[in-house]
């Protein structure tokens, strides 16, 4: 699966609520489909159970098929709970970083304001939405570019209590520090990240 580029309500009737993808909310209420699926409950496989919370991750995050099994990988390698490595991976993306900030309403606009060079990481230009940021690194969106104003017009807007607690933001200067890992409570996403684990378990 690709990074996609569809509608979103559609995705997120069938899939739930993905905070990242999107912040807008179906009025239906039913799965998307000819029917709606309204009077019946579909059963679901144990492998399509499992497909369905690993597309929940990849779109919640817009990331490749292909760069979430990397992902998975890396977090079986290091040390801990291989389903908190993982979204401690996903969490401590720049992309992510600056979206968590607020100084993106989405995480495409996030993304795209990394990829132009708007984004420092510890005074250095990152232009890698995949980059991993590290515990103390410093977020600053740079000050003469066309971004500016607008990062600095989500942040009117955004409340200051929706910013998780591993955060500490500077609202006058544009910048941010990492102060610790998310915690999982702080994720909104409804994932069970151990199925996602189960997915992938076969290749690995």
């Given at each position: 699966?690709?990074?996609?580029?569809?509608?979103?309500?559609?995705?997120?009737?069938?899939?739930?609520?993905?905070?990242?993808?999107?912040?807008?909310?179906?009025?239906?209420?039913?799965?998307?489909?000819?029917?709606?699926?309204?009077?019946?409950?579909?059963?679901?496989?144990?492998?399509?159970?499992?497909?369905?919370?690993?597309?929940?991750l990849q779109l919640n995050y817009g990331i490749s098929n292909k760069n979430l099994f990397s992902y998975?990988?890396?977090?079986?390698?290091?040390?801990?709970?291989?389903?908190?490595n993982l979204l401690k991976l996903l969490e401590m993306r720049l992309d992510t970083i600056?979206?968590?900030?607020?100084?993106?309403?989405?995480?495409?606009?996030?993304?795209?304001?990394?990829?132009?060079?708007?984004?420092?990481?510890?005074?250095?230009?990152?232009?890698?939405?995949?980059?991993?940021?590290?515990?103390?690194?410093?977020?600053?969106?740079?000050?003469?570019?066309?971004?500016?104003?607008?990062?600095?017009?989500?942040?009117?807007?955004?409340?200051?209590?929706?910013?998780?607690?591993?955060?500490?933001?500077?609202?006058?200067?544009?910048?941010?520090?990492?102060?610790?890992?998310?915690?999982?409570?702080?994720?909104?996403?409804?994932?069970?990240?151990?199925?996602?684990?189960?997915?992938?378990?076969?290749?690995?």
């Amino acid at each position: 699966m690709t990074r996609y580029i569809g509608p979103k309500l559609k995705k997120t009737r069938r899939l739930g609520e993905l905070f990242n993808f999107t912040q807008k909310q179906s009025i239906r209420k039913y799965l998307p489909g000819e029917h709606g699926l309204t009077n019946k409950e579909k059963k679901f496989s144990e492998y399509s159970t499992r497909l369905k919370e690993k597309q929940k991750l990849q779109l919640n995050y817009g990331i490749s098929n292909k760069n979430l099994f990397s992902y998975v990988c890396l977090a079986r390698k290091l040390p801990g709970s291989t389903e908190q490595n993982l979204l401690k991976l996903l969490e401590m993306r720049l992309d992510t970083i600056v979206f968590r900030f607020g100084f993106a309403k989405t995480l495409p606009f996030a993304r795209q304001i990394v990829t132009h060079g708007h984004i420092l990481v510890n005074n250095k230009k990152i232009t890698i939405p995949s980059y991993q940021c590290k515990l103390n690194d410093k977020i600053t969106i740079l000050k003469k570019n066309s971004s500016y104003k607008v990062v600095e017009q989500n942040l009117k807007i955004t409340n200051l209590n929706s910013l998780p607690g591993h955060l500490n933001l500077d609202r006058q200067n544009l910048s941010g520090t990492i102060e610790n890992f998310i915690d999982r409570n702080e994720i909104l996403l409804q994932i069970n990240e151990l199925l996602v684990i189960e997915y992938y378990s076969k290749n690995i």
